[in-house]
């Protein structure tokens, strides 16, 4: 992400550089990728268009696309060039891997872990450079001591330093194996992965920042999964599963995945907010309205994502919904604020009262999360759902609405809202009927009282926020995965049961 103060002077650079060289790809591609991080829409179609066929030219002539997967993740391009993008950063992976020129790696033997003359542990191995303050560690940070050490045996690989922080020190000190690779070359952390004879090795990075996608092109263990980090596919044919669920990635789209789909229960998005964030439910919130320049009469709608995940579509209904209810003000984060005067701007334009945008800075993890409940309906994104975001604001008690697309990241909020056991109502499957809820909703406040006290009262028993019913399920469903390299053969799609008899914990 571009960080703010440089902005503008980003944007006047890439622009000069297509001033001076027109057929620039990668200024092309970084210009847009600028101006939605500070929503500045003009001409927007036609720039994706454009950026559309640059990567169809590029993917053609067996260039390295000028757009990343994770970018491409936030635009609205065909998800099957999205994979294809993902197929040509996972070959440049493996090309990396071919120049340490490693023979390949022995792997343990396909022999169940528990049978009659073997029982062992599964051996599990999780490689981050999120290991420290960061929403993944926020979200996980509690899992990797939460593995039942009878049956599973787990590692952490931490490509990056030591932060210093509590997350770092929480995991290090829950885990069983945790080891600093950050210093390593990649072909040193995959000779170290396989002299550890990890069964089941997971990617939590994709292809966010700090990735060494390279360490798994090398292939150190025989099972590879893809988890959390990166909404999307890897298009890696080292990468065997992608870790999900029905909602989120449900069969019928699977031909926009490279990797074997494996449906958990519930939601696929865990975390900690029952261990680390139990005081939020304390019923007297300590922050007022007028803490934030929040009026104390008016409805308020609230968005806190970052501001590239929205889209004229979306905003404009948010425009359409403040002018049908006049009484109401949607509130945003300046995230980054670069974006603040022009969707100020894009707002008066649809005829918008200015007193009706309000935007707050960005604030610490607990904060944030214990304001949000000041808000009366949280409006979600349907280009780049809310993700840990909308764990903040469900935890907070916050009602939601959110449209669920196609590609990966566009339907988490609606997994997320259905694990809570009462979120048929925050789904909806049209931008017109997105409008008219939020409208009803507004004005019908019993309505959304009884759906903000339901929300409330199932948080501490639903599955959205079971973390150590998830940590179980997730061993399923790697006793699965080994269950299937055991028998010879090929992974293979499967969806996990909280059935004992079909997915016993330690089977």
Request: some cysteine; proline content about 7%; charged content about 20%.
């Amino acid at each position: 992400m571009v960080c703010s103060g440089h902005v503008e002077l980003a944007i006047k650079s890439y622009k000069q550089a297509l001033l001076l060289r027109p057929d620039f790809p990668e200024a092309t591609c970084n210009l847009l990728h600028t101006l939605q991080c500070v929503c500045d829409w003009e001409d927007r179609d036609s720039k994706f268009i454009e950026i559309e066929g640059i990567i169809r030219r590029q993917i053609k002539m067996s260039i390295l696309p000028s757009v990343q997967p994770f970018h491409a993740i936030a635009y609205p391009i065909d998800p099957m060039l999205a994979l294809d993008i993902s197929h040509k950063y996972a070959a440049h992976c493996s090309l990396i891997a071919s120049r340490c020129a490693l023979p390949p790696f022995p792997h343990p033997l396909p022999i169940p872990i528990k049978s009659e003359d073997r029982n062992e542990r599964l051996r599990v191995g999780y490689v981050s450079s999120d290991f420290g303050n960061h929403p993944l560690s926020h979200l996980m940070g509690s899992v990797f001591g939460m593995h039942n050490k009878e049956n599973v045996e787990v590692f952490c690989y931490a490509l990056s330093q030591n932060d210093g922080t509590e997350w770092r020190q929480r995991i290090q000190s829950e885990v069983e194996h945790f080891v600093d690779v950050s210093a390593m070359s990649s072909d040193m952390i995959a000779r170290l992965i396989n002299e550890d004879k990890i069964d089941i090795l997971v990617n939590l990075n994709g292809y966010t920042k700090g990735a060494r996608n390279e360490v798994f092109a090398m292939q150190p263990a025989p099972i590879q999964v893809s988890y959390m980090g990166f909404p999307g596919t890897t298009g890696a044919t080292y990468i065997d599963y992608l870790v999900t669920d029905e909602f989120v990635s449900p069969m019928r789209f699977s031909h926009i995945y490279s990797e074997k789909i494996v449906h958990l229960p519930h939601c696929y998005f865990v975390n900690d907010y029952k261990q680390k964030n139990r005081d939020v439910l304390d019923p007297v919130c300590r922050h007022k309205r007028s803490d934030y320049g929040l009026p104390e009469d008016k409805f308020i709608y609230a968005c806190f994502n970052q501001l590239y995940k929205m889209d004229p579509e979306i905003f404009s209904t948010w425009c359409n919904i403040l002018k049908r209810v006049p009484n109401s003000v949607l509130w945003l984060l300046r995230f980054p604020a670069a974006g603040e005067l022009r969707l100020r701007a894009y707002a008066a334009a649809q005829g918008v009262r200015p007193d009706q945008i309000i935007f707050t800075d960005v604030a610490m993890k607990n904060e944030h999360i214990k304001r949000s409940a000041l808000a009366d309906l949280f409006l979600d994104t349907p280009l780049c759902n809310a993700h840990t975001t909308g764990t903040d604001v469900l935890w907070a008690g916050l009602p939601m609405i959110t449209l669920p697309l196609e590609k990966m990241a566009t339907r988490v909020a609606g997994s997320l809202c259905l694990a809570t056991g009462v979120g048929e109502e925050m789904i909806v499957s049209s931008m017109k009927e997105y409008e008219e809820k939020a409208v009803l909703f507004a004005e019908n406040p019993p309505k959304l009282q009884a759906l903000t006290n339901k929300l409330k009262a199932a948080r501490l028993t639903c599955p959205l926020f079971d973390t150590q019913q998830w940590v179980r399920n997730l061993e399923r469903a790697y006793f699965k995965m080994w269950n299937l390299y055991c028998s010879g053969r090929h992974p293979q799609p499967f969806k996990v049961t909280e059935n004992d008899a079909e997915f016993p914990y330690d089977r």
